[in-house]
């Protein structure tokens, strides 16, 4: 038996085996199949720090990570921001990419400090999450909008405000 697939990001599959070989296979990268009987779930109580991370990047109508670096890195308009990408002001270094991802969907979910940290890491700069988390909640706070309070492990959704946009474009026209 033959399968052919494409996967959401275009990419094309042939499997060719045995019904239960491509049953199999099926289920062991895109779960169970509609009418297969699902199996029990395992996890119970509290989230793990793994299920946490990932719930954070699933939120509905996030921006990418992968989409604002390439964004940076490749958008002939946003030259100005690798200035700053590059700079030591960590105000400004923290508010480009939340400018950034406004630029790309302005309704989107915002931002965290460890997508941010891991933004600054695909762009060959190191910074911690924790340092990025106390600097938008110190100098940066009047620069962004969070969708809540902060609260030890649970991650707060940044988004640049107008404030922040027009602190940016001063490097941007001056």
Known sequence: ?????????????EIDGSLSEV????????GPSPGAPQAPSKSRGKPTAKSRDNDEEEGSGAVGELAIVNRIKEDESLQWLHAIVDSRDMT?????????????????DGLTSGLISRIYTELGVRIDTAN???ELSGKAKKYVLADKVRR??????YKISRAGRAFLRQDRDG
């Open 152 to 157: 030890k492990g649970a991650p707060v959704h």
């Open 23 to 30: 049953r199999r296979l099926l289920d062991n990268f895109s």
């Open 1 to 13: 038996m033959k399968a052919n697939l494409v996967l959401p990001n275009g990419t094309k599959v």
């Open 92 to 108: 400004r270094r923290i508010l480009a990419p939340l400018y950034v991802a406004a630029e790309i969907d302005s309704r989107a």
């Open 132 to 134: 990025v988390s106390r």
